[in-house]
Each structure stands twice: as structure tokens, then as C-alpha cells.
């Protein structure tokens, strides 16, 4: 099958060329970037290039995952475009394509704000201008159908592993130089993904029948969720780091307003503040029945996605010399 991949230079999108390059398929990625994993260097918001580039490909299939997707953004949803109207312009794209069987949409957990479950696919609570952004993403593929072909929403949680952001490999980092520290003794549960695992999710919503995929949402994260001081736990051991300490929550609520104080001062890369410590500390779970349904059982534990994730930084490490 042929598969058109947008944001390929990306941490997901990468991973999902290479992915089903692996099992036989005939992926191709498409970038506003150039990388590994990107055939087609091509802007979402440049609407006749997108278009020639789509019917040159003639993909049976489109995965998008193009987007902005830092929260910076405080002025208005113009900083935003590529979130929506550059699905205007991917639909119109794959409208003139007819090759083009089924889309799958990508989303964010952010339609609604950290912490609140929805009580249905179109109850939303965007506490950033990203997050509303990804709520016109959906809207937008409502209003027009998908382009009239079978598509699907997906909305993925926050995503470790080998190849992820530096703001996770800095805290990845902390951890391993005994700088971390935990907020409070109490577990902190959260659906978060492995990166082979969301990939091989991806893989399987191409694969379904249709009934099984067209017009639903589905959250992307693994089955069970983690419990982040076991998890980091998990990092101090192999990396052979020193024990994480325990930090009282009214001691971290101080430290977290010398870092809102620090912040206002101009001094924007300190490490902690209160939207942090509320990050930290705000549990989310999903339900991932219909995910699980449709994609099956994961090729990741846990403890395999951390094994791989300290090779991968150890590798960094050392190419690094």
C-alpha cells in the first residue's frame, strides 16, 4: 500500500516511514523540512504545491500528522495556520486525488485541557490556542467529510522514546545526573505512549476495515497507564543513577513561584514553575477500549520502551565525543 505520511521529519512521523518501510509497505514522507524520512519537501499552506505533490504521489492513503504543536503561541490562532488551514488545503488535495482511499486525522489529547475527560467526541475544553487550533483540525474534517473518503480522528497522548523532543531528553538527562526529583509520594497515573507502540497503532488504523475506523476518534497512548514516579523510577535504575528524591508539594508550590517570579523577570529558561508543577501533578487517563479493539495487543512493554529509550541516549553520548 502506498502511504502519504505528512510531518515525516517529525518524532512520529519518522518513526511511521520507517516503520512501514519495515513491514513491506511503500511509504512516502512530506515536510515543510527536509530529513530522512522526507521524499517531498512541501509547506501545507502552499495549496498548489500540496496538490501537485499529492497527485504526483497517488498514495492509496494518507496519514497526517503536519502541525505546530508547541503551545507558545499567546496572541491568536493565525500563529496556527498549518493546523488549519492547512487541513483545508490537505482536504482539497486529496479531494483531486482519487487514489486516496482513507485519511487518518491527527489530533491532540489538548481539545480539552489537561486532566477533564470528555464526555463525547465533540465535547471540547481547549485551555491554549493549540488546543483550540486542533479543535478546528476536527471541525474542519467534520464539516467536510474527510473529502468524502473513509478517515478517522486520532488523538495521541504524550510521546517517549528514542528520537523524542530535547525538553524530554533534558528530562531524561536530570534523571540520570540525580538532578530530578520527585513532587510528593503519591503515584501519578498517566496514558502516555511508547513511540513503536503509537507507530504500530498507525499502522493498524490503515489496516482496519472500514466500519471498524470511518468517522470515529480514537486516543492513541499504551493500554495501561504509567505511574510517572515508577516510571522515572524505572530510568533511575538503568541508568545507574542515585536514587530520585522526594520533594514535599508545599515545598515544590514555593519553588514553582521563585520560577514564576524568575520567568517574569526575563529569566525564561528556568526549569521550574507552576504550569510545570501542574503538568507534573495532574493525572490523565484514557479509555482506550475501542483503540485496543481495532489495533490489539502492543510489540512494547514498558520496561522494553525504557531499555531502548537509555541505548538510544547512550548512543547520543557516545557519538556525541
Known amino acids: 500500500m502506498k502511504v502519504l505520511v505528512t510531518g515525516s521529519s517529525g518524532f512520529i512521523g519518522g518513526a511511521l516511514v520507517r516503520r512501514l518501510k519495515a513491514e513491506g509497505w511503500n511509504p512516502a514522507g512530506l515536510d515543510k523540512r527536509s530529513g530522512a524520512a522526507t521524499d517531498y519537501v512541501c509547506d501545507l499552506l502552499d495549496a498548489a504545491r500540496l496538490e501537485e505533490t499529492v497527485r504526483e504521489f497517488s498514495p492509496d492513503a494518507v496519514v497526517h500528522l503536519a502541525a505546530r504543536i508547541d503551545i507558545d503561541e499567546t496572541a491568536n490562532l493565525a500563529g496556527y495556520a498549518a493546523n488549519i488551514e492547512g487541513v483545508q488545503n490537505l482536504i482539497a488535495a486529496i479531494r483531486l486525488t482519487p487514489s486516496i482511499k482513507r485519511a487518518i486525522w491527527t489530533s491532540s489529547q489538548l481539545v480539552c485541557r489537561v486532566g477533564y475527560v470528555p464526555r463525547n467526541d465533540t465535547d471540547y ?18 464539516e467536510q467529510d474527510g473529502a468524502g473518503r473513509e478517515w478517522c480522528l486520532v488523538r495521541p497522548t504524550t510521546v517517549w522514546g528514542p528520537g523524542m523532543s530535547a525538553h524530554y531528553q533534558r528530562f531524561l538527562r536530570m534523571i540520570q545526573r540525580g538532578h530530578y526529583f520527585h513532587v510528593g509520594n503519591s503515584p501519578l497515573w498517566k496514558s502516555y505512549s511508547y ?26 497512548a499504551d493500554y495501561e497507564p504509567i505511574d510517572l514516579l515508577a516510571w522515572s523510577d524505572a530510568f533511575q535504575r538503568g541508568f545507574g543513577a542515585r536514587p530520585i528524591r522526594h ?14 517570579a524568575a520567568n517574569a523577570l526575563g529569566m525564561r529558561s528556568f526549569p521550574f514553575n507552576t504550569r510545570r508543577l501542574n503538568n507534573i501533578r495532574t493525572q490523565y487517563q484514557f479509555d482506550l477500549t475501542a483503540t485496543k479493539a481495532v489495533c490489539g495487543p502492543l510489540p512494547r512493554t514498558t520496561e522494553q520502551g525504557v531499555k531502548e529509550t537509555i541505548d538510544w541516549l547512550n548512543d547520543l553520548s557516545s557519538n556525541s565525543k
Do not use: W
Not at 475544553?125 to 467534520?142: H, P, W
Not at 507507530?199 to 470515529?216: D, I, S, T
Open 247 to 260: 520533594m514535599p508539594v508545599a515545598a515544590a508550590v514555593a519553588l514553582a513561584r521563585c520560577g514564576d
Open 125 to 142: 475544553m481547549a485551555d491554549t490556542l493549540y488546543g483550540q487550533s486542533k479543535v478546528r483540525t476536527e471541525q474542519i474534517v467534520r
Open 195 to 220: 513511540i513503536e507502540n503509537i507507530v504500530f497503532q498507525y499502522q493498524r488504523l490503515l489496516e482496519a476495515e472500514a466500519g471498524l475506523v470511518h468517522r470515529k476518534v480514537f486516543y492513541l
